[in-house]
């Protein structure tokens, strides 16, 4: 039977069925079976149950490119004093976009609410290993599977004990027993019991099981006058050791490279209220500042007019026009890597009118056009500050091969993306790019034809490439 991830979908598909499970108090996934029994039986409810989520608007937040993947976890909280811990553990782990289903114990309920965790995780609460509802099509199963990570917080010696051994007689370590993903345990107990012999024996298996333990630290404990090793460690330490399982560090093969990358449309103006303008988002030039700056970089990105948040830890000149586009790359220079992904305009208007240009009946406005200066051209013939690597982008509409090739020749760069930009495409505007990489070598050029991925996929195969043609290193993580 196929599973369906439903973190997955499309945002806006994801915003609906978030709304929808929650007027229904059901879990989004016990939402989704909902609607499926209800299509296959005919008594399909109108799609629109609330208004339909907003589409972006100029006053829309703007979208920021290159952020977190998303992850998901399922939280085990058992039975013990520091369960209170884990509803920061919940918010800690959200900010940092990570969903979050949570399992209680039965011992865990005496000390915190399935409503406060609930409220905490806006998701349903999972208690009990036979309940009906989540259930009838092994719920233990989905929760032990359709995460990433499972972490337990607080991991009592108990629970410890019970996973050490496999037993599976409730919803917790029916979970546990059950799943394929890693394990992350955050014990906390009095430190008598994390000396016992027993619960040694349990951690070392635990361990040898490939079981990744945080903590526990040593301090005061709840019993007054006792201290030692046993206190869980805080959420914000637990939340860093999930993100770490989750999302790996990346190494840094551009690290000590400053790369230079233009991104977005520009805004040739007219008069002081029109302008020229393309269609370009900016959302790959802006993707590949983030893969850049992930993969170690300086990076300094000069953007014409885009609806796109600021990569983090990326420097952003912002520019309206093609003259002030370049001369913001020149400042920025030198550079080891230089990527022109902007849509530069190709003609401005000559005699920009200092005052808006008024309609007058039977007659057009005298729009004489000059042409832009050519930032690509111009950098890559440079004689002493020109880039080692100098990148260029051909969005054609025809002959995508062939054009790209002449323009590799005359703009005198050393890489061509080249991509097809025909509106059936969808890519100007789009999220996703097909893409074709041509390149100079040993006087020949190769042409490498990419099959059609994300935007931010494009990003992360290009600066593969190019830390690999830069410093002869990899992106992938070290196994
Ligand atoms: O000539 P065309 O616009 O097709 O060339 C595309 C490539 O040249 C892109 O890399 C674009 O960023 C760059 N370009 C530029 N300055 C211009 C025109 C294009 O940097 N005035």
């Known amino acids: 039977m196929a599973s369906l991830t439903i973190r997955k979908l499309d945002d806006a598909v994801k915003t609906y069925l978030r709304l929808r499970s929650a007027k229904n108090h059901r879990s989004v ?36 490119i290159g952020a977190l993947p998303e992850a998901s976890v399922t939280l085990i909280i058992g039975g013990g004093i520091a369960a209170y811990k884990s509803l920061d553990l919940i918010r800690r782990l959200k900010e940092r976009r990570i969903e979050v289903r949570c399992v209680l114990t039965k011992a865990a309920q005496q000390f915190v609410t399935p409503l406060a965790v609930s409220a905490l995780s806006h998701e349903r609460v999972y208690t009990d290993l036979f309940d009906p509802q989540s259930e009838f099509d092994a719920g233990h199963i989905r929760l032990a599977r359709e995460c990433d990570l499972i972490v337990v917080a607080p991991a009592t010696a108990d629970l410890m004990a019970k996973m050490a051994n496999g037993h599976a007689d409730d919803l917790a370590s029916a979970i546990l027993l059950a799943t394929n ?44 006058g006792e201290a030692g090793v046993g206190r869980m460690s805080e959420a914000i330490e637990i939340a860093t050791a999930a993100e770490r399982l989750l999302r790996p560090p990346m190494p840094k093969p551009l690290a000590g490279k400053r790369v230079l990358i233009t991104a977005g ?14 269609r370009s988002s900016g959302k790959q030039g802006f993707a590949i500042a983030a893969a850049a700056q992930a993969a170690g970089a300086e990076v300094i990105l000069v953007s014409g007019p885009v609806d796109l948040g600021d990569p983090a830890g990326v420097t952003v000149k912002h520019v309206e026009s093609a003259r002030q586009m370049l001369e913001q ?20 208007v000559a005699n920009e009118g200092e005052q808006k240009l ?10 004489q056009l000059v042409e832009n200066p050519d930032i690509l051209a111009t950098i890559s013939r440079l004689a002493d500050k020109r880039p080692p690597l100098v990148i260029g982008f051909a969005a054609e ?13 005359r703009k005198g760069c050393d890489w061509i993306v080249a991509n097809d930009v025909s509106p059936a495409t969808g890519v100007m505007g789009g999220d996703r790019n097909t893409v074709h990489l041509i390149s100079r070598k040993d006087g020949e050029i190769a042409v490498d034809s990419w099959p059609v991925m994300t935007k931010e996929q494009v990003a992360i195969e290009l600066v593969a490439h190019i830390a690999k043609s830069a410093t002869g290193k ?6």
């Open 29 to 64: 996934e016990e939402e989704v079976r909902v609607i499926l029994r209800e299509l296959i039986e005919g008594r399909e409810e109108p799609l629109t149950p609330f208004s339909a989520p907003p589409t972006p608007s100029a006053t829309a937040t703007p979208q920021r």
């Open 181 to 224: 993903r890693k394990i992350l345990l955050a014990p906390a107990m009095n430190p008598l019991m994390w000396n016992n012999a027993a619960t040694r024996r349990n951690v070392t298996q635990l361990q040898r099981d490939g079981v990744v333990l945080i903590g526990p630290n040593s301090g005061e404990m709840a019993e007054a």
């Open 265 to 278: 449309p520009t805004h040739e103006p007219i008069d002081p209220v029109r302008y020229i303008a393309n």
């Open 329 to 348: 790359v020149q400042a920025a220079l030198p550079a080891d890597i230089a990527i022109f992904a902007a849509a530069v305009a190709d003609w401005r």
């Open 358 to 367: 008024k309609k007058t009946a039977g007659s057009m406005p005298p729009l």
């Open 397 to 409: 509409t025809e002959h995508l091969i062939d054009n790209a090739k002449t323009k590799l020749a």
């Open 474 to 479: 990899s992106l992938e993580p070290a196994s």
